[in-house]
């Protein structure tokens, strides 16, 4: 580990906010740093500029993405914003490029660092009302359903790269977020029922739908903090996973953290009905639905096996184990 990943949370957080006061000169006007609002693995600073204009400054975690991904991410981001869907518009830099590279003497390497207009919501994971929830919903998938289009007609500029959730992103030895296959604390028993169910879906994969209606660019990461309640609308925030995948894998995503929730059957229901409002998706397409849940659940294994010295992983693994062996006796119950 480097100097600065032996750093308290604090520490690190101190240093970062430093290199933000430093970055935040190569935009035009005159922009101060106003708070943290989330360090996980980026770190976001809500900003704001002497007008009292706001916006959120992110620092990205070194090596996720290449520079002509990450300017992908935000091309599409402005894209969307210009073509009217509730994402945050890109705050270009003065050198009219998507980010900057930052530099500072308390971080060790240099950092991608971009700049997005301020959205105003509250965070769908702090609601608990079912009927709100389903009306959520159906505008999340409504949302999706819009963005899936876009993404379907919108011509990628040349150079456009961006990560692919596909069955080797998702299930392969090496997936995207890490194997399940080095978390200590799956127990045997466990572990042969999700190796059972990974084989059998790795069988299944090859008959999903592969047509750009079913497979194409998407969010990858609808989860509650993700999306932003407001009275003029329902916003999408964070394209830091967005990539290549199924739009199926995108409504089970948007599902997984409300299984174990009273409201997650009328949640299902109104995230298809929005979904189905705007965009055809087959009877067969959601009904792989325990499939998609399963390959999802252990994406989120993947994370937490390779980040155990976090607190968010030491938080959430018991519960990620659970859930994935639920999943997978599900989805493989389902197919027998």
Sequence with gaps: ??????????????????????????????????????YRENAVFAVAEADGTRAALRIHRPGYHSDAALRSELLWMDALSRSGMDVPPLVMPSNRQPFVIATSA??????????????????????????????????????????????????????????????????????LWGPYAGLAQIRPDERALLDRARTAAWADVPALDNSPQGYGLIHADLVPENLLYAPDGLKLIDFDDSGFGWTMFELATALFFHIDTPAYRGIRAALLAGYRSKRPLSDESWGKLPLFLFMRSLTYLGWVGTRPETETAQELTPMLIDRACMLADAYLKQRA
């Design 1 to 38: 580990m480097t100097a600065f990943e032996n750093l308290s949370h604090a520490d690190q957080a101190s240093a970062l906010h430093a290199m933000a006061d430093g970055a935040l000169t190569r935009w035009d006007g005159t922009w101060h740093v106003d708070r943290l609002m989330k």
């Design 106 to 175: 308390r971080v060790p390497e240099p950092r991608q660092v971009d700049m997005l207009g301020w959205v105003e919501g509250r965070c769908v994971a702090d609601i608990d009302c079912t009927t709100t929830l389903e009306t959520i919903y159906f505008s999340a998938g409504v949302l999706a359903a819009r963005l899936h289009d876009h993404a379907m007609e919108w011509r990628r500029p040349d150079g456009f790269q961006r990560h692919a959730w596909d069955a080797d992103g998702l299930i392969g030895e090496m997936p």
